[in-house]
């Protein structure tokens, strides 16, 4: 039995200053002064009481690439960000494309006991884009969702049978929408800085003119489609108007996608080497008007862990992807809370209460009697400096390397279990 003292409890439809009793895997009370005579107290006095995030895209590499992260590593990353629930993409080697495969990411989840980690398996088989992969044998086997991430489905006809089927499946199709023959062998954002850096550039169609057709074949196939790592202004609008005309698309971005812009490659910082990659001023305000208005269901990380020997190549060879689990909470609260863009129970939707239900996780995303005691406890007065030599991921290739920010994760609760971060 865990009760949370004098705790500002944030949840998406609001905040409340009270207590919360767990006992067992569950919330059983929340009002003020509850008394509970064996119970481990955790006096909250000044800090914010979430729900535990829940990162619907994340890369933890296992199997097969386990030098840049693994099931403990990144489960531990996870609960260090205050994410009690991650997603894992199924982009590994081999790819997460059948039920043995899911089944044994369930079994590494449940052996090291950190966040919990669903996986997510492929939408083709090997992630080849041609023939889809076992649906049902992986939702079987605990697949959360589907996606062949790191990867678009180029095949429009093989997008639309795989959306077909994932609505046939009741699992949801999460799109890394790219047209690979726009971004080509591109590196950054086409536009100056692409230029100015001699670095080859990737137009801003290459994600918005695969968003429209991912969301027109969702329509067609009346189908739930949630677009991956939103990063362009177009994106946003297609979205935006897609949801008026009532498709179901749902749709995230990622903390660096608010928090910095294409500058960043200007010193030539593989970090800053993302797909999609960084974008302009406009793109970055734009993405904010989005998650303002709510166009923007979900702040994912892409926590996407390389090696120091891999990112540390010219800026051509380097891998794509920033690490993020540990970094998400302090940059959205620091980028857009403290500049009142957003409120503390906007933060909680957008980090707990809409992943969990874009993936019908129905027992978790909120405190409330009765939910899942996943809870995650956050000091706002915090101010410091990352820095990636206390990462518990592996992956040190961080873009928020050096930056100060504010707020940091101070306690984590899993099913009721104080974990130490
Ligand atoms: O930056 C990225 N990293 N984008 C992707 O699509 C894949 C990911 C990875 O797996 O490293
Ligand atoms: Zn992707
Ligand atoms: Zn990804």
Redesign the pocket.
């Known amino acids: 039995m865990i009760l949370l003292k004098n705790a500002t409890v944030v949840n998406a439809g609001g905040m409340q200053q009270t207590d919360v009793l767990t006992d067992g895997e569950i919330i059983t009370r929340i009002a003020p002064n509850i008394e509970c005579f064996g119970a481990e107290v955790i006096d909250c006095d000044g800090k914010l009481v979430f729900p535990g995030f829940i990162d619907m895209h994340c890369?933890l590499r296992e199997p097969g690439q386990t030098h840049k992260e693994d099931i403990r590593s990144g489960s531990l990353a996870a609960l260090a960000g205050g994410y009690t629930t991650v997603c894992c993409m199924p982009?590994t080697d081999p790819p997460i494309d059948n039920g043995g495969a899911v089944a044994y990411i369930r079994k590494r989840s449940a052996e090291c006991g950190n966040a919990d980690v669903l996986p997510v398996g492929c939408i083709t088989r090997g992630q080849k884009g041609e023939e889809l992969a076992e649906f049902g044998h992986m939702k079987a086997q605990g697949a959360i969702a589907v996606s062949d991430?790191?990867l678009p489905v180029d095949s429009g006809a093989v997008m639309l049978n795989a959306l077909k089927y994932a609505k046939t499946f009741g699992l949801t199709l999460l799109s890394?929408s790219e047209d690979k023959s726009i971004s080509g062998n591109g590196v950054v954002n086409a536009g100056e800085n692409a230029t100015a850096s001699g670095l080859r550039g990737i137009p801003k169609a290459a994600e918005s003119a695969a968003v429209a057709r991912d969301v027109l074949l969702a329509e067609e196939a009346g189908a739930r489609l949630h677009v991956c790592h939103v990063s362009t202004a177009e994106s946003v609008d297609i979205i935006r108007q897609a949801k008026k005309r009532g498709v179901k698309v749902t749709c995230e971005t990622c903390p660096h996608y608010f928090a910095a812009t294409d500058d960043e490659i200007l010193s030539y910082n593989t970090n800053a080497k993302?797909?999609p990659p960084l974008r302009g001023e406009r793109d970055v305000d734009a993405i904010v008007q989005g998650i303002a208005d709510g166009t923007i269901d979900v702040i994912a990380t892409?926590h996407?862990p390389h090696h120091f020997d891999e990112k540390n190549k010219e800026f051509d060879y380097a891998?794509?992807?920033t690490v993020g689990l540990e970094t998400a909470f302090s940059v959205a609260y620091t980028r857009l809370v403290l500049t009142e863009t957003i409120k503390l129970s906007d933060l909680c939707r957008l980090m707990s209460a809409a992943p969990a239900s874009i993936l019908g996780l129905t027992d978790r995303g909120r405190i409330e009697v009765g939910a899942r005691a996943d809870m995650v406890i956050v000091d706002p007065d915090d101010e410091y400096t990352v820095d990636t030599a206390y990462f518990k991921s592996k992956g040190k290739n961080s873009l928020f390397d050096g930056w100060r920010l504010n707020g940091s994760v101070v306690g984590v609760i899993v099913k009721g279990e104080k974990k130490q971060i």
Do not use: V
């Open positions: 890369h982009n991430d790191g890394h993302i797909n892409d996407a891998p794509f992807g």
